[in-house]
T-cell receptor, first 115, second 112 residues
Framework: DAGVIQSPRHEVTEMGQEVTLRCKPISGHDYLFWYRQTMMRGLELLIYFNNNVPIDDSGMPEDRFSAKMPNASFSTLKIQPSEPRDSAVYFC?????????????FGSGTRLTVV | AQSVTQLGSHVSVSEGALVLLRCNYSSSVPPYLFWYVQYPNQGLQLLLKYTTGATLVKGINGFEAEFKKSETSFHLTKPSAHMSDAAEYFCAVSDTPDNLFFGTGTRLTVIP
C-alpha cells in the first residue's frame, strides 16, 4: 500500500496563475478530504468527498478554489487565480468504511508558495 | 458538537524526561479519539487511537494515551523523551466518518 499520494510536493507560482494540486487516495477508501495548514490558522478542512461526490465544501475560502473527484482514485484542488495569501501546505487524506475508529491517512502534502 | 482543546502550544522537555501532552475533548456522544504526529515537512501520521474497550491505548514509538471519560481527557504520554520525538502533535476527536476535529497542535521540543 503506497498510502495517499500527493503531487507535486512543492509548487512555486506567480500571483494570478492557476495552480492544480493532485491526490491519489488509498485504494478502497471512499472518503477523501482536502485540508490546508498555515501557521496562523492551523489545520482547516476545505472540502470532503464521499464516493466521489462532494459533501461539504463550506471550508473552501472563496470561489477561486475548486475541487473535483472524477473517479475513486483521483482528486484535484484548483486555485484560479492564485494569491500570495494562498501560500500554505495542502494535505489530502482518505479513509474507508470500517477503517476502525474513523482515523484518516494523510498524504505528505503540497507546499504551495505564491509570489 | 465536537471540539478539542490542547493545552500548551509549546512543550519543552529534557531528553529522558517524561513527556505529557494534554488534550481535552467535548463530544455529545462516545467519541473516537486520536493522536497524530507531524514531523517537519511531512504529513500527519497516526500515533494511536481510542475506539472502544481498554482505556489505555498504546501507540508507536513508545507513546500511550489514556481515555478518561470523567475528565473528558485523552492525554498523551511517553516515559522517556528521545530527540527524535521532537515534532508537532495533534489531538483529534470524531464521532462519524466525515467528522474529524483537530486541536491546534502542540509543538514538542526535546532538549539534549
Amino acid at each position: 500500500d503506497a498510502g495517499v499520494i500527493q503531487s507535486p510536493r512543492h509548487e512555486v507560482t506567480e500571483m494570478g496563475q492557476e495552480v492544480t494540486l493532485r491526490c491519489k487516495p488509498i485504494s478502497g477508501h471512499d472518503y477523501l478530504f482536502w485540508y490546508r495548514q498555515t501557521m496562523m490558522r492551523g489545520l482547516e478542512l476545505l472540502i470532503y468527498f464521499n464516493n466521489n461526490v462532494p459533501i461539504d465544501d463550506s471550508g473552501m475560502p472563496e470561489d477561486r478554489f475548486s475541487a473535483k473527484m472524477p473517479n475513486a482514485s483521483f482528486s484535484t484542488l484548483k486555485i484560479q487565480p492564485s494569491e500570495p495569501r494562498d501560500s500554505a501546505v495542502y494535505f489530502c487524506a482518505s479513509r474507508g468504511q470500517g477503517a476502525g475508529g474513523y482515523g484518516y491517512t494523510f498524504g505528505s502534502g503540497t507546499r504551495l508558495t505564491v509570489v | 458538537a465536537q471540539s478539542v482543546t490542547q493545552l500548551g502550544s509549546h512543550v519543552s522537555v529534557s531528553e529522558g524526561a517524561l513527556v505529557l501532552l494534554r488534550c481535552n475533548y467535548s463530544s455529545s456522544v462516545p467519541p473516537y479519539l486520536f493522536w497524530y504526529v507531524q514531523y517537519p515537512n511531512q504529513g500527519l501520521q497516526l500515533l494511536l487511537k481510542y475506539t472502544t474497550g481498554a482505556t489505555l491505548v498504546k501507540g508507536i514509538n513508545g507513546f500511550e494515551a489514556e481515555f478518561k471519560k470523567s475528565e473528558t481527557s485523552f492525554h498523551l504520554t511517553k516515559p522517556s523523551a528521545h530527540m527524535s520525538d521532537a515534532a508537532e502533535y495533534f489531538c483529534a476527536v470524531s464521532d462519524t466518518p466525515d467528522n474529524l476535529f483537530f486541536g491546534t497542535g502542540t509543538r514538542l521540543t526535546v532538549i539534549p
